[in-house]
């Protein structure tokens, strides 16, 4: 099953970088132009210079974001600005944050997970990836032979035997690393440099498979980056950064992402809810001032039966899938089970396929759609016309996720959204340090 390992992290030195949250980050993959700029400005060694580095007409081969996020690594290591830890270790990241009103505490184990193949049954991913991200991190690797941002995976330990030993452990000290991001969330690190604690957590979690939640492109290139240095003869570079978080963690939420479609040719809704009527029983649910009573039932009802809402022409709807067999016979014969009974899937393959045109090359190019968290923003991008329908989806559940991955399938576009976010710069892997 999963092999993890403790490992000596790097820290920023906070003798010297007073301000914590003003050098840390989200993850790469959702930081745009203006917020890298602004991460850029905040503070000279934040980490956004070695985690995603600027682009500048005159690069080279020899000059370029990854050569200079190695640089910037060296510097701050010498100059102490980074400190490895004196031995390797495991650490408890706790989040605390507010979701719909209500606070939760998210707690995982940041280690090193040994990377192998997904064929080997131990670690299974859920998304397909793309070549061109996992070409750049890997750039990234071969240059500073670090991870600076964690996987998240996912494992499941019902009796919570490693979540205790690590709270348990969190209260006797207070924490080693403490900040408030810019959204107000809270993250917490203890470093958990007990032996004994090691030994208990890394045996416990010998026998468990590892569902990775998100960072499948890093995950894919340290995979590569390993081969490629043990084809080196180079040994110690097996392992990548990974957040592993309890199945069983009262702080773990995954949010829906919900769909706008627009510029559909000839669109005319009297013809739309009359194809919708084929597979599903459409009930009006009044304007907008009804959205959260809508969010509220379909979350009830999705507990039974497939339910989606849908915003048009300043009208609410209902949508219930009215017979499953009949449905599951548009979508793909070679998926499993699992994957025919996921709410994206069938809103995806029936909806957005099937009705609208919108096929799987037209959503992944995201040519007539878009996506987003918040219902309230699927209202406004419809009513300023900038889309002509919103469509409304519950969350995927974790076991969803786990069903799908145990099938060795692979989730549709924009299935899950984990919230929070890993925060990037709290530890780094800097695999060079044994």
Known sequence: MATIVPFRGLRYNQEKVKK????????????????QARYYAEDPVNIIRLELGLIFPQDTACNNRYTRAAQYLHKWMEDQTLIAEDSPVLYLYQQ???????????NGLLCGLKVEPYENGNILP??????????????LMRSTHANFSSIFGLYSDPKKVIDNSLIKYSQEKPADISIEDEAGEFHRIWVVNDQKIIDKIVKTMADKKIFIADGHHR?????????????????????????LVNLFDEGLVVLPTHRVAGKLKDFKMSSFLQQLENLFRIEKRGDKDNLP??????????????VFGLYASQELYLLTLKDFPQAAAYLPAEKSDAWKNLDV????????????GIGEQERRNQE??????????????????????????????????????????KMPQKSTYFYPKLITGLVINNLDIK
């Open 126 to 139: 859920h998304e397909e990836t793309l070549s061109k991200p996992k070409a750049d991190r890997l750039h």
């Open 20 to 35: 914590l949250s003003s050098v840390v980050t989200p993850p790469y993959d959702i930081i745009d132009e203006a917020a």
């Open 96 to 106: 605390e944050f507010t979701i719909k009103g209500k606070r939760l505490i998210r």
């Open 345 to 356: 899937a069938l809103l995806d393959n029936l909806i957005l396929d099937q009705i609208l």
């Open 293 to 306: 009573a809508l969010i509220e039932e379909m979350a009830s009802k999705g507990e039974k039966e497939h």
């Open 219 to 243: 995950y894919e290139t340290a995979l590569g980056y390993a081969e490629e240095m043990k084809e080196q003869g180079l040994t110690g570079y097996d392992y990548v950064m990974a957040t």
């Open 368 to 409: 007539n759609l878009a996506y987003s968290r918040s219902e309230e923003w699927v209202v406004e991008q419809v009513d300023n016309k900038s889309y002509q329908i919103g469509l409304l989806i519950n969350p995927t559940r974790v076991q969803e996720i786990v069903d799908v991955a145990s099938a060795r399938d």
